[in-house]
């Protein structure tokens, strides 16, 4: 198995996280996205998007980090991570959206303008961002995990960018039911962490 | 099974046509997002993060439109519409991203900001929405369906905001393969339509 990754990336990190936690062990293929590695004629021969990460499992080639981790769950994980009863696997899903939508396009994104420079608005990304991190704070108030009684690849979607939140200049001061949760997740066997993620991110 | 819904949001039409499709009967609930009733502390009860549409099938609350197209087809489809297998399960899931990505801030935010009068930069969304579209075109050129050999749930989730996107000033003209994939899914069994979506978008 061959991972094209990027160390920074929080969405690489979910794939290396999940792998970790399974015991899959694959090669790491670095693409640097600050030297546009991901725009070149042979990557997107592989990603037609032109993003990491990118599975290469035997020949099967899966891009998007949700696929990524669907597919992980799926073929190694029996329903360990991923239900497959109907309203089990939609609760999945649910929290799957909110990490493309409020988590990546919000905090991912407000962490991506103060590490990178990239063009948004930092502003409508915090805020953003921070209606994700309320959402989660209401579900973890009253559980310990997003979907179902134990961990699914629903909180490994979550956590990267919920963790690395400080580093797009939003405080997790104010959601204590999410710090918990990244404690718990830190705690899980085979749990393995990522530049930026650390005693400041999740204490 | 109930339907928090709303006629002009392309995110609903998603569920109303997949239960066409399926066949599946429901009542439709009417939620005015121009008028704040998605924000209202009752509203706020069924889905935390204040969005249409959402799905009461006795009592089984789900909200997200992926989260919900992935309930109905698990539930009611049988692999008809979201295969099990690893790796075709994956594929369904890249489009879900593609959907939930290039497609919503893209596409449909560019939409939102002409027929809605949203903040966002509509260059920037325009931009995105047409990365979207090339995504798009250069697997249908190869390709009848966006995953695997038949109609998924992948096409259901791209399909309305692509058909949709002249509303948000971008020209389908240079995405032949999307135009006549567009016109497949119209052709479907059961198919329903949806304000905005005729003759100009699909032809």
Redesign the interface.
């Known amino acids: 198995m061959k991972l094209y990754n990027m160390e920074l990336s929080g969405n690489c990190y979910k794939v290396r996280l999940l792998c970790a936690l399974l015991g899959l062990t694959y090669e790491s293929t670095p693409v640097d996205l600050l030297r546009g590695e991901h725009k070149t004629a042979a990557f997107l021969q592989l990603n037609?998007?032109g993003q990491l990460p990118v599975l290469d499992d035997e020949g099967?080639i899966?891009?998007?980090?949700?696929?990524?981790l669907?597919?992980l769950a799926?073929?190694y994980g029996g329903e360990r991570w991923l239900p497959?009863d109907?309203?089990a696997?939609?609760?999945v899903?649910?929290w799957?959206?909110?990490s493309?939508?409020?988590i990546?396009?919000g905090l991912a994104r407000a962490r991506a303008v103060k590490k990178l420079g990239r063009p948004?608005?930092i502003e409508?990304c915090q805020m953003l961002g921070k209606?994700g991190l309320?959402?989660l704070e209401?579900?973890l108030s009253g559980h310990f995990w997003l979907a179902g009684e134990q961990a699914t690849i629903a909180d490994i979607a979550c956590y990267p960018y919920a963790a690395l939140a400080p580093e797009g200049g939003v405080d997790l001061e104010p959601y204590p039911s999410v710090r918990a949760w990244l404690k718990r997740v830190a705690d899980l066997p085979g749990y393995i962490a990522m530049p930026g993620i650390g005693e400041q991110a999740c204490g």
């Open positions: 037609p998007r099967t899966i891009w998007d980090s949700s696929a990524i669907l597919y799926r073929r497959l109907a309203k696997m939609a609760e899903m649910q799957l959206s909110l493309q939508n409020e990546l396009y948004w608005d409508q209606q309320t959402v209401q579900r």
